[in-house]
């Protein structure tokens, strides 16, 4: 448990790191820098956007299962008082 602390600590540094030398580098008005940051960012965009349609067919799919498993269970109920 210590070591996952330990591994997002460091990403989470890696992370400001990199965010304050972006900072930086577009404060002084590199424009070539600033495409390459807004092209990174869209694909970032994507990548969520493919995740979250992901996760949401996933959580259909579960909840089509859980209601199958419903019916079956209320027919297995209705067949036992017969």
Known sequence: MQNNYWKYGL???AGIAL???GATLLS???IDLKKAM???LSHGMDL???AST???????NMDDLAAEARQVSETRKEEGKS
């Open 38 to 40: 807004a092209t990174v």
């Open 19 to 21: 965010g304050a030398l």
């Open 48 to 50: 969520k956007d493919k």
């Open 11 to 13: 990403t989470l540094g």
């Open 28 to 30: 002084r008005g590199s």
């Open 54 to 60: 992901l996760v949401e067919t996933a959580k259909e």
